[in-house]
Every structure is written in C-alpha cells, then in structure tokens.
C-alpha cells in the first residue's frame, strides 16, 4: 500500500462556491473546505464581513490533494482554466476584491510551480492574466452553509446559472483528471 503525499493549495477564483464545487470531482482531492483569507482585518472574518469588502480577504478554498495522485502543477491548470484569471476582482456578476483570482502557496516550490504556471497559460488568454501570487496566511474556514454549497443546493438558481456551466468546462477541459 503506497502512503498518501497529502499537500495542501489555497486558491481563490471567485466565489467559493464555484471552486469547491470543481474541485470535489478531482481524482486524488482528499478534502475541499471554503473560506477566507488574505485579509488585513484583526480576527475571524465572517461572510457578511468579507462581502463588505473591508477585510481585505478574498474566498478561497483550501484544497488538500494527493500529490501522489495529482500534482499541484496540475491542480493550478485546472484552477486557471475553470474561471477567467484576466478579470480583476470579478468573476462574471460576482465584483469586489473578496472575488479575485489568488494563488496563495504555501512554500517557495508551490511559488515557482505558480510562477511557471501562469507564465505557460498566459498565451492562450488575449488579456493578461491577473492572478495575485501571495504568500499563504491565516486560513479562516467559512461558515457551515458555506461548505459543500453545491452539493447540498443542486437546485439554488446560482448553482445552475454559474456552477454548473463551470463544472462542464471541467468535464471537457480535463476529463482524464475526474474522480
């Protein structure tokens, strides 16, 4: 029996429940949790705070992989092409800072890996990509309705009109990456 290779990327492409949605298909995903980080505010953020915009701190979502699995080269690919990296603060109608796209890595390999990786994608966009590469600071878990959006509101109007159309994207852009 081989031994897990468990690694952890934060990563943040507009709302969070976009992200963890494609992400609990990902072969070699062990966990996906929703929630804040990158904000300057003191103490534990909570939704309505983060969607205010005044704590400085985007959605994310912590994704802990396999890396024996799946490769954190690879989850960054499938990151940058599942939401548009060239929009600052803005993902389709959702707007403000709390939806930019951000890379937070956690050591000075997770920094290069992103580095090259947007480097490589920046050629198939027209417009530059403006994913923020920062360092990785407190991760604050969002709130229970928060985790597992997707799955426990298959109907809710966003998840068709947003999530779903992501989740398609997945499944014709990597399919060989699916659980």
């Known amino acids: 029996m081989t031994t897990k290779n468990l690694?952890?990327?934060?990563?943040?492409g507009g709302c969070f429940?976009?992200?963890?949605?494609?992400?609990?298909?990902?072969?070699?995903v062990e966990n996906v949790v929703s929630g804040y980080s990158g904000?300057?505010?003191p103490g534990r953020p909570t939704y309505r705070e983060v969607c205010s915009g005044l704590t400085g701190d985007a959605e994310v979502v912590?994704?802990?992989?396999?890396?024996?699995?799946?490769s954190y080269e690879d989850i960054l690919v499938i990151f940058m092409t599942t939401h548009d990296?060239?929009?600052l603060n803005r993902q389709g109608a959702d707007r403000g800072t709390q939806y930019r796209s951000v890379i937070f890595y956690h050591n000075y390999k997770q920094k290069e890996i992103a580095e090259t990786v947007i480097d490589e994608l920046s050629k198939y966009y027209e417009n530059p990509i403006v994913?923020?590469?920062s360092e990785a600071v407190t991760f604050y878990e969002a709130e229970k309705e928060h985790q597992d959006f997707y799955k426990n509101n298959p109907e809710y109007g966003y998840c068709g009109f947003v999530i779903d159309p992501k989740l398609a994207k997945l499944r014709?852009?990597?399919?060989d990456k699916l659980k």
């Open 172 to 175: 014709k852009l990597h399919s």
């Open 39 to 41: 904000g300057k505010a």
């Open 131 to 133: 994913t923020e590469l």
């Open 7 to 12: 690694q952890i990327a934060t990563i943040g």
């Open 62 to 70: 912590q994704v802990t992989f396999d890396a024996n699995v799946i």
């Open 85 to 87: 990296p060239t929009t």
């Open 17 to 28: 429940w976009c992200t963890e949605a494609v992400f609990q298909e990902i072969k070699g």
